[in-house]
C-alpha cells in the first residue's frame, strides 16, 4: 500500500483526473471583464494562478466551440481569502450557439476567511452537441463591490 500525508489546504483544491478538453485549440472565449494580470486563459488552462474580473459586479465567461461538443463532465474551482460574501453562480449551455440556453446549476456559496475559502463544484453529466457553455457569477449578491475570482474550470468528454 503507499500512502501520503495531505494538509488540509490540499483536501479539495486538487484536480481530479480525467480527460480534460483543451479549450484553447476547441473554443473562443467571451468575459465581461478580466484583471490584466489575471487573464481568463489562467483560469481554463492547467498550472495557471486563475481568472479575476476587473470590476465588480455581476460577470460571464462564455465558451464558444468552434465545433459542437460532448461533455461529460464539468470541473469548477471557486476562491475567496479575504472577503466574507455571498456568490452565485449559473452554470448553462446552448446547442444553437446561444440562440437558447439550458440550465445545468444554480448554486449560492458563502464564502468567509475564517473557513470556507473555497468552493468545489463536480457536475457528472451528459450534454451533447454543445456549442456555448457559459457561467454567469454574481460574486456578491448584497450588491457589495468584490470581484469575481475563478481559480479553475475544466471540462471533460
Do not use: C
Amino acid at each position: 500500500m503507499r500512502k501520503r500525508i495531505i494538509t488540509p489546504s490540499q483536501m479539495g483544491s486538487r484536480l481530479p483526473d480525467s480527460d480534460w478538453l483543451n479549450i484553447e485549440e476547441i473554443a473562443e472565449v467571451e468575459i465581461t471583464s478580466e484583471d490584466a494580470a489575471h487573464p481568463i486563459e489562467s483560469a481554463l488552462l492547467p498550472g495557471r494562478s486563475g481568472w479575476l474580473a476587473s470590476g465588480s459586479g455581476k460577470q460571464i465567461i462564455r465558451i464558444l466551440f468552434a465545433a459542437p461538443q460532448r461533455i461529460q463532465r464539468i470541473w469548477i474551482h471557486f476562491e475567496e481569502t479575504s472577503v466574507e460574501r455571498t456568490q452565485q453562480f449559473e452554470l448553462r449551455w446552448s446547442p444553437n450557439g446561444g440562440e437558447s440556453f439550458i440550465e445545468i446549476a444554480r448554486q449560492q456559496w458563502n464564502f468567509s476567511p475564517r473557513g470556507a475559502t473555497s468552493e468545489i463544484e463536480d457536475y457528472s453529466v451528459d450534454l451533447t452537441g454543445v456549442t456555448v457553455l457559459e457561467l454567469n457569477i454574481n460574486p456578491d449578491i448584497s450588491g457589495g463591490s468584490a470581484l469575481a475570482y475563478l481559480a479553475e474550470l475544466r471540462l471533460a468528454s
